[in-house]
């Protein structure tokens, strides 16, 4: 079946140093994969998206970075700072009939950045 | 956030009643989705909506259902809630051609 889930449940990484949280997905089809960032207490919250034609897309201090051959998505965080703290989602775009955008998300990474 | 709210944030129900909760924006966004937020899963889509009058089923719909009789609000129903129902709950909108959804700060339901 069709599902989007992550390689490691908890990422510990110390201030400063560079992160990558991965991401592998099974369908094919989806013309986006996003990723968003959801701290405690709070509803998630979008960081980027990459268009499944492409392999790579920065943003600031992050990029992500799609690989079709083997169906894996990451993100990168640039020098990783007490603020990323959070668990992030990869999610996979199917769009509705309608125009919408029905997501479908990963179960999550938990981001733990240590002072 | 961003112009979106939900309500309540909290409920604690009995297995059998009815509950409705309540999504509220204020940027005109077309469409708007309601989740649910379980460990182990992520977020699942119960129902969109791309209109007033307009909704559809997402992959979890069982035993809930969604009204929109204004562009501002989207309500989701459990018509009987059940003890599997005890989840957080988050409402989101957007726009089309986006994968930017803007979510709202969620409702914690318990149901015992």
């Known amino acids: 079946g069709e599902s989007v889930g992550l390689h490691l449940p908890t990422l510990s990484v110390q201030e400063g140093d560079n992160s990558i949280i991965n991401c592998a997905y099974s369908n094919s089809a989806s013309d986006y994969f996003i990723w968003y960032k959801q701290e405690s207490g709070k509803g998630p919250q979008f960081i980027i998206d990459?268009?499944?034609?492409?392999d790579k897309r920065q943003g600031q201090r992050v990029t992500v970075l799609l690989n079709k051959t083997v169906k894996h998505l990451s993100l990168q965080i640039a020098a990783t700072q007490p603020g990323d703290s959070a668990v992030y989602f990869c999610?996979?775009?199917?769009?509705?009939?309608?125009?919408?955008?029905?997501?479908?998300f990963g179960t999550g990474t938990q981001l733990k950045v240590e002072l | 956030d961003a112009g979106i709210t939900q309500s309540p944030r909290h409920k604690v129900t009995e297995t059998g009643t009815p509950v409705t909760l309540r999504c509220h924006q204020t940027?005109?966004?077309?469409?708007m989705y309601w989740y649910r937020q379980d460990p182990g899963h992520g977020l699942r889509l119960i129902h969109y909506s791309y209109g007033v009058k307009d909704t559809d089923k997402g992959e979890v719909s069982d035993g809930y259902s969604v009204s929109r009789s204004k562009t501002e609000d989207f309500l989701l129903t459990l018509e009987s809630a059940t003890s599997s129902q005890t989840s957080v709950y988050f409402c989101?909108?957007?726009?089309?051609?986006?994968?930017?959804?803007?979510f709202g700060p969620g409702t914690r339901l318990t149901v015992l």
């Open positions: 999610a996979e775009n199917r769009e509705s009939g309608g125009g919408g955008n029905k997501l479908t």
């Open positions: 989101a909108m957007g726009t089309s051609g986006d994968n930017e959804q803007f």
């Open positions: 940027e005109n966004h077309r469409y």
């Open positions: 990459i268009r499944s034609n492409m």
